[in-house]
């Protein structure tokens, strides 16, 4: 994680939840301070969640905020990202590190707006991040390079984890950790009406659910171990875990996961490829 810097001026075009979550993890993290944040936003809602919860200055322009800020966010919808190139072209320099969470934009239409020689990284997020706990992905292109890359990872990793993927790999990420959110929530309404079929109240079934996934998922991440070898510690000879487990099986649940990851992997393709694609779900927070 670099030391807190006066070199570390970051901006946000654009200022709504996942910008604030962002620009929050920064902060709250020493990686900058709220001194040197600074984002613009049409709409005065976001201008005062932005303000309220970072300690960030909003600003007048988007061009404010690169003269402001040495890496900027661009954190707007794919759809407003046209107009926004053309209003900011003539602010951004090659000291600039511009990083693009808009679904679908790829850098190719980023650096034939701005220049070749812009400083260009593009991000897959997911809504966990609005808690700390986010899934991202990232591709660097243009100029940029492996430490903008690197940068670009420590800020993501303030509100979670971030993995280095070549950018024709993104679409398999919104597929997985941008949609996959929706599949984990149906998951644990799932097992809350599990709970609740053999006798649970409702708000417990949901509880124990959701802090089971929670559990499962942390032993996952801080073991190292293999998915399939947490699995089989838990799963004895004849016992409960095994039973369930056939059913599961028998029900199809993992060709079945495995089926929409390749769905919405697919349907990430098509969208990218119309010019007038419609925002992915995974990312209706920006």
């Known amino acids: ?64 905020v690169f003269h402001d800020a040495n890496i900027v966010f661009l954190a707007v919808k ?57 899934a991202a992905a990232y591709a660097i292109g243009g ?38 959110p929706a599949y984990v929530f149906q998951v644990i309404e799932a097992l809350s009406d599990g709970g609740v079929l053999v006798g649970l109240p409702r708000e417990a079934a949901t509880r124990l659910a959701a802090q089971t996934v929670l559990g499962a998922a942390r032993m996952v991440l801080e073991t190292g171990e293999h998915p399939g070898v947490l699995k089989d510690a838990v799963t004895s000879a004849g016992g409960t875990t095994i039973a369930g487990l056939h059913a599961l099986e028998r029900g199809g649940l993992r060709s079945t996961l495995m089926d929409a990851v390749q769905a919405a992997t697919a349907r990430s393709r098509q969208l990218g490829e119309s010019s007038e694609a419609p925002r992915p779900e995974a990312f209706r927070p920006l």
Do not use: C
Request: proline content about 6%; charged content about 15%.
């Open 78 to 134: 794919p759809q407003q990202m046209e107009a926004v190139l053309a209003d900011v072209q003539d602010a951004v320099t090659s000291e600039h590190l511009l990083v693009s969470i808009a679904a679908g934009v790829p850098i190719s239409t980023l650096t034939a707006a701005l220049g070749k020689a812009s400083r260009v990284v593009r991000v897959m997020p997911n809504t966990p991040a609005l808690v700390g706990v986010g």
């Open 1 to 64: 994680m670099p030391r807190k810097s006066e070199t570390q001026r970051i901006g946000f075009v654009g200022a709504g939840r996942m910008a604030t979550a962002l620009a929050k993890g920064l902060t709250s993290s020493g990686f900058t301070s709220p001194e040197q944040v600074v984002a613009s936003d049409p709409l005065p809602a976001a201008h005062e969640q932005f303000s309220q919860q970072t300690g960030g200055r909003i600003v007048e322009t988007n061009s404010d």
């Open 143 to 180: 100029a940029a390079t492996e430490h903008d890359g690197r940068l670009v990872e420590a800020m993501l990793s303030t509100v979670g984890i971030a993995v280095s993927v070549p950018e024709q790999l993104l679409d398999a990420v919104t597929g997985l950790s941008g949609s996959g």
